[in-house]
């Protein structure tokens, strides 16, 4: 029995190699947030070792990415990432929104929770300094300064969907 259930999922493990997710690879950047704010080179660097995998559209994948089910496991992993925030998507953002994920971006930092420790486990290289991570959330404050100075303080503010007429709370 313990045979056939081997067998059995050996077989299944041939045939997903032959189901691939699509890769994230696009060259367009119309929406890049460096089309609407400069982002230095000290900055590029960390963002490029540490963020940009996993939060744009053009992911730099490692050779073990194409054996299933780590490929389902990547392509999962940055498409939640990219629904957090997505550099090349930035420009698209409402003026809330972008205020609010830089400050997100912020947050995450100093927390310590971005990049992820299990990035980070395998991306050794992708482990921000404490002087990486303070380039990173000066530049994101210098951004959300920007836009404190040139718009007003409740188009910076995310709206919460009011709710209906006789729902209770």
């Not at 000290?42 to 053009?58: P, R």
């Amino acid at each position: 029995m313990i045979k056939k259930i081997l067998i059995g999922l050996l077989v299944v493990l041939i045939a997903i190699q032959f189901i691939r997710p699509a890769k994230n690879n696009s060259a367009d950047i119309t929406k890049d947030i460096t089309t609407l704010y400069p982002m230095p080179d000290s900055v590029k660097v960390i963002v490029d070792k540490a963020c940009a995998d996993c939060h744009s559209n053009n992911t730099k994948y490692p050779f073990y990415a194409s054996i299933q089910p780590i490929s389902f496991w990547l392509a999962d992993h940055i498409n939640d990432g990219k629904r957090h925030f997505n550099f090349n998507e930035f420009a698209g953002y409402r003026l809330a929104k972008q205020n609010h994920k830089l400050e997100e971006v912020i947050e995450q930092i100093k927390e310590g929770e971005m990049p992820l420790p299990s990035y980070t486990l395998i991306h050794t290289e992708a482990k921000l300094s404490d002087s990486e991570k303070a380039t990173l959330s000066k530049w994101c404050q210098n951004i959300m300064d920007t836009l404190k100075a040139n718009y007003p303080a409740d188009s910076l503010k995310l709206k919460r969907p009011s709710k209906p007429e006789g729902a209770s709370k």
